[in-house]
């Protein structure tokens, strides 16, 4: 299988503040990826600079075989990697139909077939979608985060901590999609903090720590892996 | 597709009832001419029109403001300055060659040699045909010269915050009118002295062949080119560029995670902002009949501001209401607090010359207190919205009465 995304000796700079301190990981194609490590390990920053938000200062990204290193957040959207940013952040006073119509916003071809397939994936929005933005559940506000991101039609959706804040039963609920979407063909690109579940689903696990790379290996490794059970799981 | 029906629905609506305002203003304007005993507030020299014509153009111009403070969400306080382009740009190129040289007496003839007015009556003739081309011309050129100044000062300021952003803006304005009084730019813009002569409202009142008014038009005019206006602001709004910039205002982050190019779309809000508050800025000129850099002060645009605030941020209909409330209180209805009044022989306290301003004041403290969000908030004005309103009051009496009687 071929890496999608591959991230070389990345570095990401705040200021004089060093986030990322030069990290590598791959994102085969089809699979479910998840980084996971404690607050200020550099997990958001990384997205961040995936996306085109930040500009690295140093390193190389590339999708698909493409250099993608420090081009436009659009750019880099328009080629179909999509950030769900982390604290779900859904445009407030727009109703759900127009925050799913930003989610297609690049896009200049019919959008019914993709406005379906989230209504599908969450009859939920279908009800609400003329309802305010800021006046769905947390839950809600996460599927519809997570609808606007699918409405680009992305080949990599990178989730920034969608359990955050949420009720367990719900969290399960965000997992079940995530695991939807990749059968239907995104690669997925999950950041956690809650490690059980977010091991539990993907295919490939990175740890990072203050900034690097510490750990690697499949799911099930990690979750066994008696350093990663100490640090994250509590167990 | 109900939806769609809505909409075809919706802007049949406010079609007729823009047209039905039209026809309210020349019907209200012209009543003195078809019954002689009028009373005083129809008469044409009365307060209602000059409330109704600078109304109208202030509209506008809090309408352009909205469009920027409002739906993109950037706080910019640069609309005096960008008023003031335009009003210079459009006197300048419009005042007909043969007044030049009294107008710029002082510079000895303007630098500008060429009027839109000369320019297209040489091949429309003297006709109206013409008036209206050249008049149409000017606010035009009025809008891009006050866009192309939007565009080349947006490329340093929009990268910003907010209120570095409305400091900055400010500045701009407060420089532009500093620049335009500068005597060494004379020759086109006449110092410190006003540019007069040229096309005003008035100029439109259809006369007979002995120069008497026979249908007055100056008060319908400028409620046509605004009207135009706000609908083309309106339908960039409902786009899917106001959809945009409604994205950028919630969540600047997010918006740029989607893809939206937050500074494409900042520029594209402010440079048409700028192009409507310049064609503002040449409507007022028309409206005060002279250009003079010394009224387009920041207090212009805190006025401008206010109406923006108490109408509603975020609402179009509440930008309009509430202008022509503020012009009416400013103007109008509140002069009276400004004379000094007896009843028999009792003088009434308090009333003098500036009182109205205290008033005003205190007005303006009591709709900011119980209406924190304005007199619309967001919402639009819709024929919908009235039914609701008043089935909402005739259930509210009926009620009460039931209550009265149990």
Redesign the interface.
């Given at each position: 299988m071929s890496n999608i995304l591959e991230i070389r000796d990345l570095q990401v700079r705040y200021g004089g503040i060093e986030a990322v301190k030069g990290i590598s990981f791959d994102v085969p194609e089809g699979e479910i990826v998840t980084l996971i490590g404690a607050n200020g390990a550099g997990k958001s920053s990384t997205l961040r600079a995936i996306?085109g938000?930040v500009k690295p200062a140093s390193g190389s990204i590339s999708f698909k075989g493409e250099d993608i290193t420090g081009k436009?957040?659009?750019e880099?959207?328009?080629r179909g990697v999509?950030?769900v940013?982390e604290g779900r952040?859904?445009?407030?006073?727009?109703t759900v139909l127009?925050n799913l119509?930003?989610?297609a916003?690049?896009r200049k071809d019919d959008i019914t077939e993709d406005l379906n397939w989230v209504y599908d994936l969450f009859p939920r929005l279908k009800e609400r979608s003329w309802q305010a933005g800021g006046t769905l559940s947390g839950g809600e506000q996460q599927m519809l985060a997570v609808g606007?991101?699918l409405m680009?039609r992305p080949k990599v959706i990178m989730m920034d901590e969608p359990s955050l804040g949420l009720a367990p039963i719900i969290v399960k609920g965000i997992f079940d999609i995530i695991k939807e979407i990749n059968k239907q063909g995104v690669t997925v690109l999950l950041i956690e903090q809650n490690a059980n579940m977010a091991l539990k689903t993907a295919h490939h696990g990175y740890v990072l720590e203050t900034g690097r790379v510490t750990l690697t290996g499949t799911g099930e490794e990690l979750l066994s892996n008696e350093a990663v059970k100490a640090a994250y799981l509590g167990t | 597709m109900i939806q769609k029906q809505k909409n075809i629905k919706g802007t049949v609506g406010a079609m007729i009832g823009i047209l039905f305002v039209f026809a309210i203003v020349v019907f209200l304007e012209n009543l003195s001419a078809m019954f002689t005993n009028v009373p005083a507030i129809l008469q044409p020299t009365s307060q209602l029109f000059t409330v109704l014509k600078k109304g109208a153009v202030y509209s506008l111009v809090a309408v352009s403001m909205n469009l920027l403070n409002g739906f993109t969400g950037l706080f910019s306080l640069g609309q005096a300055g960008f008023m003031l382009l335009g009003a210079y740009t459009y006197a300048i190129f419009t005042v007909p060659m043969a007044a030049k040289d009294q107008v710029y007496y002082l510079y000895g003839g303007s630098a500008v040699k060429f009027s839109l007015v000369d320019l297209f009556q040489s091949f429309m003739g003297t006709g109206a045909a013409s008036l209206i081309c050249a008049v149409l011309a000017g606010l035009i050129l009025a809008g891009i010269v006050a866009a192309l100044f939007a565009a080349l000062i947006g490329l340093p300021v929009l990268r910003l915050k907010s209120d570095y952003l409305a400091i900055a803006t400010l500045g701009f304005a407060e420089i532009l009118r500093a620049i335009f009084q500068w005597q060494t730019l004379g020759p086109v813009t006449n110092g410190a002295n006003m540019i007069k002569s040229f096309p005003t409202f008035s100029d439109f009142n259809i006369k007979n062949a002995d120069g008497v008014v026979t249908l007055r038009l100056s008060t319908l005019v400028p409620f046509v080119v605004v009207a135009i206006c706000i609908t083309l602001i309106v339908l960039l709004i409902n786009s899917s560029y106001g959809r945009a910039f409604k994205a950028i205002r919630d969540d600047e982050i997010a918006a740029e995670a989607m893809g939206v190019s937050l500074f494409k779309h900042k520029m594209m809000s402010f440079i048409t902002s700028s192009f409507f508050a310049g064609v503002g800025g040449a409507l007022f000129a028309m409206y005060v009949s002279n250009a003079q850099a010394k009224v387009f002060t920041s207090a212009m645009t805190y006025e401008i501001l206010l109406i923006v605030v108490i109408g509603g941020i975020g609402s179009i209909s509440g930008s309009v209401i509430g202008t022509f409330l503020y012009v009416a209180c400013s103007e109008w209805w509140l002069r009276f607090l400004d004379a000094e009044t007896y009843i028999g022989a009792f003088k009434v306290p308090l009333l003098r010359s500036g009182f109205r301003m205290v008033v005003f004041s205190v007005v303006i403290m009591i709709i900011v207190l119980f209406f924190s969000r304005g007199i619309m908030g967001d919402k639009e004005l819709s024929f919908k919205g009235i039914g609701g309103l008043l089935s909402k009051c005739k259930k509210k009496k009926t009620t009460e009465g039931e209550e009265g009687t149990a």
């Amino acid at each position: 299988m071929s890496n999608i995304l591959e991230i070389r000796d990345l570095q990401v700079r705040y200021g004089g503040i060093e986030a990322v301190k030069g990290i590598s990981f791959d994102v085969p194609e089809g699979e479910i990826v998840t980084l996971i490590g404690a607050n200020g390990a550099g997990k958001s920053s990384t997205l961040r600079a995936i996306s085109g938000l930040v500009k690295p200062a140093s390193g190389s990204i590339s999708f698909k075989g493409e250099d993608i290193t420090g081009k436009d957040a659009n750019e880099i959207v328009s080629r179909g990697v999509i950030l769900v940013p982390e604290g779900r952040r859904i445009f407030p006073d727009l109703t759900v139909l127009e925050n799913l119509k930003i989610g297609a916003y690049l896009r200049k071809d019919d959008i019914t077939e993709d406005l379906n397939w989230v209504y599908d994936l969450f009859p939920r929005l279908k009800e609400r979608s003329w309802q305010a933005g800021g006046t769905l559940s947390g839950g809600e506000q996460q599927m519809l985060a997570v609808g606007r991101a699918l409405m680009s039609r992305p080949k990599v959706i990178m989730m920034d901590e969608p359990s955050l804040g949420l009720a367990p039963i719900i969290v399960k609920g965000i997992f079940d999609i995530i695991k939807e979407i990749n059968k239907q063909g995104v690669t997925v690109l999950l950041i956690e903090q809650n490690a059980n579940m977010a091991l539990k689903t993907a295919h490939h696990g990175y740890v990072l720590e203050t900034g690097r790379v510490t750990l690697t290996g499949t799911g099930e490794e990690l979750l066994s892996n008696e350093a990663v059970k100490a640090a994250y799981l509590g167990t | 597709m109900i939806q769609k029906q809505k909409n075809i629905k919706g802007t049949v609506g406010a079609m007729i009832g823009i047209l039905f305002v039209f026809a309210i203003v020349v019907f209200l304007e012209n009543l003195s001419a078809m019954f002689t005993n009028v009373p005083a507030i129809l008469q044409p020299t009365s307060q209602l029109f000059t409330v109704l014509k600078k109304g109208a153009v202030y509209s506008l111009v809090a309408v352009s403001m909205n469009l920027l403070n409002g739906f993109t969400g950037l706080f910019s306080l640069g609309q005096a300055g960008f008023m003031l382009l335009g009003a210079y740009t459009y006197a300048i190129f419009t005042v007909p060659m043969a007044a030049k040289d009294q107008v710029y007496y002082l510079y000895g003839g303007s630098a500008v040699k060429f009027s839109l007015v000369d320019l297209f009556q040489s091949f429309m003739g003297t006709g109206a045909a013409s008036l209206i081309c050249a008049v149409l011309a000017g606010l035009i050129l009025a809008g891009i010269v006050a866009a192309l100044f939007a565009a080349l000062i947006g490329l340093p300021v929009l990268r910003l915050k907010s209120d570095y952003l409305a400091i900055a803006t400010l500045g701009f304005a407060e420089i532009l009118r500093a620049i335009f009084q500068w005597q060494t730019l004379g020759p086109v813009t006449n110092g410190a002295n006003m540019i007069k002569s040229f096309p005003t409202f008035s100029d439109f009142n259809i006369k007979n062949a002995d120069g008497v008014v026979t249908l007055r038009l100056s008060t319908l005019v400028p409620f046509v080119v605004v009207a135009i206006c706000i609908t083309l602001i309106v339908l960039l709004i409902n786009s899917s560029y106001g959809r945009a910039f409604k994205a950028i205002r919630d969540d600047e982050i997010a918006a740029e995670a989607m893809g939206v190019s937050l500074f494409k779309h900042k520029m594209m809000s402010f440079i048409t902002s700028s192009f409507f508050a310049g064609v503002g800025g040449a409507l007022f000129a028309m409206y005060v009949s002279n250009a003079q850099a010394k009224v387009f002060t920041s207090a212009m645009t805190y006025e401008i501001l206010l109406i923006v605030v108490i109408g509603g941020i975020g609402s179009i209909s509440g930008s309009v209401i509430g202008t022509f409330l503020y012009v009416a209180c400013s103007e109008w209805w509140l002069r009276f607090l400004d004379a000094e009044t007896y009843i028999g022989a009792f003088k009434v306290p308090l009333l003098r010359s500036g009182f109205r301003m205290v008033v005003f004041s205190v007005v303006i403290m009591i709709i900011v207190l119980f209406f924190s969000r304005g007199i619309m908030g967001d919402k639009e004005l819709s024929f919908k919205g009235i039914g609701g309103l008043l089935s909402k009051c005739k259930k509210k009496k009926t009620t009460e009465g039931e209550e009265g009687t149990a």
